[in-house]
């Protein structure tokens, strides 16, 4: 089974358990369009890689840890796209929560979603308890304060942030958990995991700032230009695209120079590679005309912390 089926079988069985016909109709149904749409679910099948190359001693642990972090995923989503963050209209190639329930669902779908998570790592976790509570620590990590996604997402209402800080905790956060999970599920040490999660999260969400400027929404299946629109700066606007692109590949590099000499390294570097690919293809780089520039300036200017104009992050 490849790491996506494995992602997505997880995700189905755990949702079919957990929310029983007795819930409120409308609002599992809101659940089901915000879990069960396109994305591309690369968390769990980080946490799940990772799992693999630690022996994966417990498959059920490392799945439901794996839909966990998709769920909280998820739920970010939900709430990102809301009329009090980003307004967006579209994820995931159709209508965003709010846009198909209405607002007071979708605040709920979020809320839904993030008590989902710790109900499939508990239900999960009952046949390895000794595993459980570094599972929810590291869980919490990624999503909570001080520097996990909601403390990202709050960089916004600052008046003045550290853009590195910021991308790291809003997307980087959990991807660490993602990938400390993994081993953690499979009773390994999580501490030589923790550069692979870091420098793939931070360069995911650089990607994501390039691909707000150079992609299309129909093919993201969600708006392009918002970082503009709501004014929030990102590695695009502070370096410019060529100076993000040739970040971005540093990080990418970074990434797979940080994954542990263990059997599945060779692997692992080519579902890095593969990414990368997929996030910036080949020709976005060359559309900016600047494949291997300076790494160094680049870096020393992205992690600068800047006066920022309104609720911006600089
Ligand atoms: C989008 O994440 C939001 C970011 C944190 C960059 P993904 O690009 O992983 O979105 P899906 O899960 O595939 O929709
Ligand atoms: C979303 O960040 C990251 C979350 C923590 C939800 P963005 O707002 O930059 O991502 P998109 O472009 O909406 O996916
Ligand atoms: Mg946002
Ligand atoms: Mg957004």
Redesign the pocket.
């Given at each position: 089974m490849s790491l996506l089926e494995r992602a997505e079988k997880s995700l189905s069985y755990h949702f079919d358990q957990l929310v029983s016909p007795q819930t409120p109709p409308r609002l599992a149904a809101a659940m089901r369009h915000a879990v069960f749409s396109s994305?591309?679910r690369?968390r769990p099948q980080l946490c799940t890689a990772v799992a693999l190359a630690c022996g994966d001693d417990a498959p059920g642990l490392s799945d439901a840890m794996g839909s966990a972090i998709e769920l909280m995923?998820c739920a970010s989503?939900v709430h990102d796209d809301m009329p009090a963050f980003d307004n967006a209209d579209t994820r995931?190639g159709q209508p965003t929560v709010h846009k198909a329930f209405g607002e007071p669902l979708a605040l709920l779908t979020g809320d839904a979603l993030i008590v989902l998570a710790y109900q499939v790592l508990a239900h999960a976790g009952a046949a390895q308890p000794q595993r459980l509570a570094a599972l929810i620590r590291n869980l919490s990590a990624g999503v909570g304060v001080p520097s996990g996604i909601v403390a990202g997402q709050a960089w916004e209402c600052e008046v003045r942030a550290d853009l590195s800080e910021y991308q790291r905790a809003k997307?980087g956060a959990l991807f660490v958990a993602a990938t400390c999970g993994g081993a953690m599920a499979a009773g390994a040490d999580p501490q030589p995991w923790m550069a692979l999660g870091n420098y793939l999260g931070e360069a995911?969400?650089v990607a994501?700032d390039i691909r707000d400027v150079m992609g299309h929404a129909q093919a993201l299946g969600k708006p392009v230009g918002q970082d503009a629109l709501h004014g929030r700066p990102s590695v695009a606007q502070s370096l410019g695209l060529a100076g993000a692109v040739v970040y971005f590949q540093g990080l990418m590099d970074k990434a797979v120079d940080g994954i542990p000499a263990c059997g599945a390294r060779d692997l692992l570097s080519q579902v890095v590679r593969r990414e990368s690919e997929r996030l910036v293809p080949t020709s976005m780089c060359e559309a900016v005309g600047q494949p291997y520039p300076h790494l160094r300036a680049a870096n020393a200017l992205v992690s600068r912390s800047a006066q920022p104009s309104g609720n911006a992050v600089a």
């Open positions: 994305g591309a690369v995923h989503l995931r997307t995911y969400q994501d």
